[in-house]
């Protein structure tokens, strides 16, 4: 990172300290479903998992300390999350499809031959909202692993103004994460991948928020 201001420090600080602190809290009050967990656990591994930016909260913390790696964008935003989501045992890849997209595209197609599972926001870092980059298709296309695409919803939750209208669950609120079916590569282009991703996205982040409706 370029040099960075008082402030900043101040936010680093924070992301490394209080920020875990106040999701492990929260996680623990949260009371989790899951809907669909047999697909990911079909798979084992390799494994890339594909969610939008909003809706990554819930995972860190019911995900912690399961060697997941994930792309964390090389900004000062992606600085702060990847020293929030360290606490948690996630290690991290650092690359967007602006910055870095190359190297770091190497970097998950290699740790992805050897067996490991990684996670994705597609539309991260800075949108547009909920729009499926290609990064997630290319690293299945090129390493032969399959995606499944999550997402979470939660009855009681703040929805910030940022860009992707980022989604914190309240305490003791009921929170599902639901997973798709895989999307396998095999015999498919990039842009045919991603397209499959982003239906499979769209449908579970529908249907999730649909679960707290009814």
């Avoid at 190497?106 to 547009?128: M, S």
């Amino acid at each position: 990172m370029e040099k960075i201001s008082l402030k900043q420090r101040f936010y680093l600080f924070m992301a490394g300290t209080v920020f875990p602190a106040l999701i492990y809290i929260f996680g623990l009050t949260w009371r989790v479903r899951y809907v669909g967990k047999k697909h990911e656990e079909a798979i084992g591994k390799p494994l890339i998992w594909a969610f939008w930016h909003s809706r990554q909260l819930p995972l860190v913390y019911f995900y912690r300390r399961q060697d997941i790696t994930v792309l964390v964008s090389r900004s000062f935003d992606g600085e702060i999350i990847s020293r929030a989501i360290h606490r948690f045992g996630f290690r991290t890849v650092r690359g967007s499809s602006s910055t870095g997209a190359a190297s770091s595209l190497r970097e998950i197609v290699r740790e992805l031959r050897r067996n490991a599972r990684i996670a994705f926001t597609p539309d991260g870092p800075r949108g547009p909202r909920e729009t499926a980059q290609i990064g997630a298709a290319a690293a299945s296309a090129l390493s032969k692993t399959p995606i499944i695409a999550l997402a979470t919803a939660s009855n009681r939750k703040w929805v910030l103004s940022s860009w992707d209208r980022f989604q914190i669950p309240k305490l003791f609120a009921k929170v599902e994460i639901r997973l798709t079916e895989p999307i396998y590569p095999e015999g498919k282009t990039v842009e045919e991948i991603n397209s499959e991703l982003q239906t499979a996205l769209d449908r579970v982040t529908r249907e999730a928020d649909e679960s707290f409706s009814k």
